[in-house]
């Protein structure tokens, strides 16, 4: 049997990658989000994004969504309304096994003087502890996530 591991010569040639806690304050400057706490989840493979009143319209003949966001995590005080054009609307499984259709938004995550194009689902996520999920697709090529750090590559907003 080979045992060769094909994964540490495909690392030797990636170009060096941030290493990101496990919990990062993130922007999202195209929706106005200046700072809302995300939770780095390699077992997501897609981003999701805190979304209530979804509301679905259509600009120059395209499809676009208005939702809003309680950025502030466990606090409903603060609320910002979105809008972005529909990337897709897809099937979403849950990590606790629940299918549910998906708004899918493409925009700019920003942090760490790093920005970059991303998908984000739009889900209701108000009982969730993280208001916003950061998935492998979004990280891929670009961070590795040391799960005994947090705030490795972004400034603590809990003042703001």
């Not at 290493?19 to 993130?26: M, N, Y």
């Not at 395209?62 to 529909?86: L, M, N, Y």
Request: proline share 4%; aromatic share 8%.
């Amino acid at each position: 049997m080979d045992c060769t591991n094909d994964n540490a010569a495909a690392a030797a040639v990636e170009p060096a990658l941030s290493i990101a806690g496990w919990r990062e304050w993130i922007s999202l400057p195209e929706l106005g989000i200046s700072h809302i706490k995300a939770k780095m989840d390699t077992g997501a493979r897609t981003s999701c994004i805190h979304a209530f009143e979804v509301e679905p319209f259509e600009r120059d003949g395209a499809k676009w969504v208005r939702f809003r966001v309680h950025p502030d995590q466990g606090s409903t005080e603060r609320v910002i309304t979105c809008e972005a054009e529909v990337a897709d609307f897809r099937a979403v499984t849950d990590s606790g096994g629940h299918t549910e259709m998906r708004y899918v938004i493409k925009t700019m995550i920003e942090f760490n003087n790093m920005r970059w194009p991303a998908e984000f689902t739009l889900t209701n996520r108000d009982t969730m502890k993280f208001r916003m999920l950061v998935g492998r697709t979004t990280m891929n090529g670009r961070l590795v996530v040391n799960p005994s750090l947090s705030y490795q590559l972004s400034v603590e907003c809990e003042a703001l």
